[in-house]
């Protein structure tokens, strides 16, 4: 009876490249993860082909799902739709955004905001950071529409302190700015991207 390779690897038909290990450590869990731009699934090497196969498919599926939540919160359509929410949260829709979407040229700000257009416009490098992160800069610029005579004086932090996580967030950018610094020197490049909000109203 020939003995099934403990490891192989197939492309689904969506392009999504798969590589299924059969285990003998496991019995009855399965398990994914997205590694050197493979998706790696670990199944039980007991299984029967059927209940293998099936296992295999739930897995790209929750792939797939996962992907799409992903992707689907970096439009524009979906930033707007938070801008909106956040708005309506914090600051009672006071901020009412007309235009809100990502941009990849935005180097030297996280964001910015301009109040006769009451347009925001958000470096697309937020997009790879956790959504509160994210939550955060809007809420900034949201604060800068909502209370655009004020740069940012204590009235502007008074609305910006409604953030509950605005702390930790700023230690979060501040955190990936050093390390952005850094990595850009070692590379002799110029640091002085991505570095902060600047004077966002317009």
Excluded at 9 to 34: C, L, N
Excluded at 130 to 158: C, I, N
Aim: proline share 4%.
């Amino acid at each position: 009876m020939p003995v099934s390779p403990s490891t192989f690897e197939f492309v689904a038909p969506d392009d999504i490249p798969v590589r299924v290990v059969r285990s003998t450590k496991r019995r009855k869990t399965i398990s994914s993860q997205w590694r050197d731009d493979t998706l790696i699934i670990q199944v039980p090497a007991a299984l029967d082909e059927k209940t293998e196969r099936s296992f295999i498919e739930e897995m790209l599926k929750k792939y797939r799902q996962n992907r799409q939540r992903r992707t689907d919160g970096h439009t524009d359509n979906a930033l707007e739709r938070r801008a909106h929410e956040l708005d309506r949260h914090y600051f009672g829709g006071l901020a009412a955004p007309s235009s809100v979407r990502w941009v990849t040229n935005q180097n030297k700000r996280w964001g910015s905001a301009s109040y006769q257009q009451r347009s925001i416009r958000l470096s697309s490098k937020l997009q790879h950071m956790p959504s509160w992160v994210r939550d955060y800069v809007l809420v900034h610029e949201l604060a800068h529409l909502a209370s655009p005579s004020t740069g940012h004086g204590p009235e502007f932090q008074k609305l910006l302190n409604k953030f509950e996580r605005r702390a930790e967030a700023d230690l979060y950018l501040d955190a990936f700015h050093a390390g952005y610094s850094s990595h850009a020197r070692e590379l002799g490049q110029s640091t002085d991207e991505l570095d902060g909000f600047g004077d966002d109203a317009e």
